[in-house]
Nanobody, 127 residues
């Protein structure tokens, strides 16, 4: 059973950076990947995703130019580099990978594709 394990959350001041990591020991992640966020009092939404169908990267407007999703060469660990953090970025971040191939980035970030999920890591942006 694939189990995603995240690390790298924490407290950071506005304007700072954090890098989140996520992997599944003993497994590769061959299909679509993404990072979702649940802000306080809000539903979980896709923040940035890569679809395996066309290698498309999709992100919400609020993080464009600040957040970068990537994966190591072995496709065993995914990352979320977050720069110029803002208080509005506060929330629990979840890594996720699809259970099947052939999904676009937009479709995957909709949250409607069956996926494996990490346990979530808290990111707090505050002075």
């Amino acid at each position: 059973q694939l189990r995603l394990v995240e690390s790298g959350g924490g407290l950071v001041q506005p304007g700072g950076s954090l890098r989140l990591s996520c992997g599944a020991p003993g497994f590769t992640l061959p299909y679509s990947i993404g990072w979702f966020r649940r802000a306080p009092g809000k539903q979980r939404v896709g923040v940035v995703c890569i679809g395996d169908r066309d290698d498309s990267t999709v992100s919400v407007d609020s993080v464009k130019g600040r957040f970068t999703i990537s994966m190591d060469n072995d496709r065993s660990v995914m990352y979320l580099q977050m720069d110029s953090l803002e208080p509005e970025d506060t929330g629990v971040y979840y890594c996720t990978t699809a259970r099947r191939p052939g999904v676009s980035g937009e479709e995957y970030c909709s949250g409607k594709v069956a996926a494996y999920w990490g346990q979530g890591t808290q990111v707090t942006v505050s002075s």
